[in-house]
């Protein structure tokens, strides 16, 4: 997906160097470049999101105006902005963006499937705190906060297009499952993209223990809604042990019987689909749909 504007470490040294220019003079450096934002490393303990397309830009003054409010009762990091930068008219460059802390390890995309079963219950944990009702002012998304059965036609569509293997068993799964009771209760607040690049664990090198869950990054689909979405990363960050222990330890919440687990399935279906479409630029994530797809249709 092709961004609006070229995102570079001149544009953001300048941005610096106009709105906080006691930051300027740090290194700088790009080390994520994703659909919506570009993300460089400043110094060695602040990060800056910076938008490259237009659509991102809102998700961006989402996440400076809501997690400061959110943060306090989450028993994880979130990358509550330290510093907010805003339009540049002389430098051309459009949107709002963001200095945030930048926390050491390894994307969990990028650590084995077994290896990510520790996290389960701490993630478990995440979700219930971060599951509660949601003011009437919450951020609207509309990909994230609709019905589940909203997203037939798009998934449909990737079968059509020959974008999704087993279509028909994709289909045959679907149908189960948008067929679900749908959220009855006032909507919760909801992170919005539980997949396992927006997990931060901690790795060899930052000491401690290795694969924690040090952060949930990357709040820029942040919702209101029914929380079957983000209890979607039981497919699509778990295997079925790590699956298993998830689900125990919210049981107490959604039990094993609610159908929230069915439309949870749905939308880790849903978005794995929707990996498949990633470009070659970013094969990590269709590998990421590959592995998640399969982890969905193959649970019993």
């Not at 960050?237 to 689900?247: F, N, S, T, W």
């Amino acid at each position: 997906m092709k961004a609006d504007l070229d995102v570079t470490v001149d544009l953001v040294r300048g941005l610096l160097a106009e709105q906080h220019p006691d930051l300027a003079d740090r290194t700088l450096r790009v080390v994520a470049n994703g659909w919506d934002n570009v993300m460089l490393r400043l110094g060695d303990d602040l990060a800056v999101r910076v938008p490259c397309r237009e659509v991102a830009a809102h998700l961006v003054e989402h996440e400076q105006q809501w997690l400061p409010v959110l943060a306090p009762r989450l028993p994880v990091v979130v990358p509550v902005a330290v510093r907010v930068g805003r339009p540049s008219p002389a430098l051309d460059y459009p949107w709002s963006w963001s200095v945030v802390p930048w926390t050491a390890g390894v994307r969990a995309a990028d650590v084995p499937v077994g290896r990510r079963r520790r996290i389960a219950r701490p993630l478990a944990a995440f979700h219930r705190a971060l599951h509660v009702p949601a003011p009437s002012d919450a951020p609207v998304n509309p990909f994230r906060n609709a019905p589940l059965p909203t997203r037939g036609t798009a998934l449909r569509g990737r079968v059509e297009r020959g974008v999704v293997p087993d279509g028909e068993k994709v289909l045959a799964l679907w149908a189960r499952l948008v067929d679900a009771p749908p959220w009855g209760d006032p909507p919760v607040w909801i992170h919005g993209d539980p997949h396992p690049g927006n997990l931060v664990l901690t790795d060899a090198g930052t000491g401690g223990e290795r694969d924690a869950l040090a952060a949930v990054v990357d709040f820029g689909d942040m919702t209101s809604g029914d929380p079957a979405t983000d209890l979607a990363a039981g497919w699509l960050v778990l295997d079925a042990e790590g699956r298993a222990a998830y689900r125990d330890a919210l049981a107490d919440r959604y039990p094993q019987d609610d159908p929230v687990w069915l439309r949870a399935r749905g939308w880790a279906l849903n978005m794995s689909t929707s990996m498949l479409e990633s470009g070659p630029e970013n094969a990590w994530v269709r590998r990421m749909g590959e592995e998640s797809l399969a982890r969905v249709l193959d649970d019993t």
